[in-house]
């Protein structure tokens, strides 16, 4: 099987394991923690950054640390992972959805105007699969009136949007380190933001609210959300290599896309847009209406072919656990419906080497019968 993801460890991350457990550092008090915080905050020209041990927890921080609640509403794609909204309802706060660009797959940034109401707080703006969303036309929404901008990078370290790194741009920004991520720590996150009282709420609301002068007396309920020594130790390694990851991962890209160009009924990831060139986080590709069967049929031909996949996004307005909820009526998306229903993503690891891509893209023509 060529397994739809398989991250790259071969560098100092067995050597920065060995001194935390050499030393006993193994929880979350270390230096590994503070050096992966301060050299990620300053890879993405950020003053602080606050890890946790994961990119859903650090969306549950920022919502709650920017102190948005009941009676809030937060704006977001409904093309993304179940976190994002997740975060916003926990708090109260009511999710309001914008659908999805065709080509970008990215959220419908001039759908935003006209979801803003009264009780409009934030913005939620969450960069899909490789390629960031673009940012100028919310920032200038979030200025005029007057809302934060929550960007959750996950997926987007090393890409930049107009030449500034993804991850720049929110009040407050997150991403995640899974072990799919272009650097990955297992399980883990970081939340960057230029906002030092922002910042030291967030470290307080990771420790259980634990007082610096009393320890065991709580002024407010927090959660354990810090990352251990450990994970810090892999991400230090593997932040090292991020320039070398971000090329690789374009290299696979264009790879991909010169095996697949010309593929009839098959659309390919953008290369690149006027404000950035795509870093693939994943190999997203979505069919044709032309084409006779839907994304799940061609996951389970690939499969049997010895290709693992994954769907795409399911989108959070056709969620059952949120129309449980009543939260988006009747409300449809019909780029984002379409995209869960007609994409997928093929094999994109860091350690995927050209004759697997060669080998998956034979597989691609022989299931679409080409
Ligand atoms: C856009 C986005 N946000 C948040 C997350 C959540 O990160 P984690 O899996 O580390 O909880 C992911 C995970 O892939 C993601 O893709």
Redesign the pocket.
Known sequence: MIPVNEPMLDGNEKRYLAECIDTGWISSEGEFVLRLEEQFARRVDRRYGVAVC??????ELAVAALGIGPGDEVILPTF??I??VSAIVRVGAVPVLVDSDQSTWNMRTDQIANRITPRTRAIMI???YGLPVDMYPVLELARRHNLLIIE?A??MHGQTYDGRPCGGFGDIS?F???A??HITTG???MILTDDEDLANRCRLMRNLCFQPQKRFVHNDLGWNFRMSNLHAAVGVAQLERLGEFVARKRKMGRRYNELLAGIAGLQLPLTRTSYAENIYWVYGVVLDDAVPFNAEEVIRGLASRGVGTRPFFWPMHEQPVLQKMNLFGNEQYPCAERLARRGFYLPSGLALNDEQIDEVADAVRDVLNV
Do not use: R, W
């Open positions: 994961n990119g859903s927890a650090a969306l993304t992972i976190s994002c969450v960069h899909i959750d996950a997926e997150v995640s380190f899974y799919n991520k399980e883990g996150g």
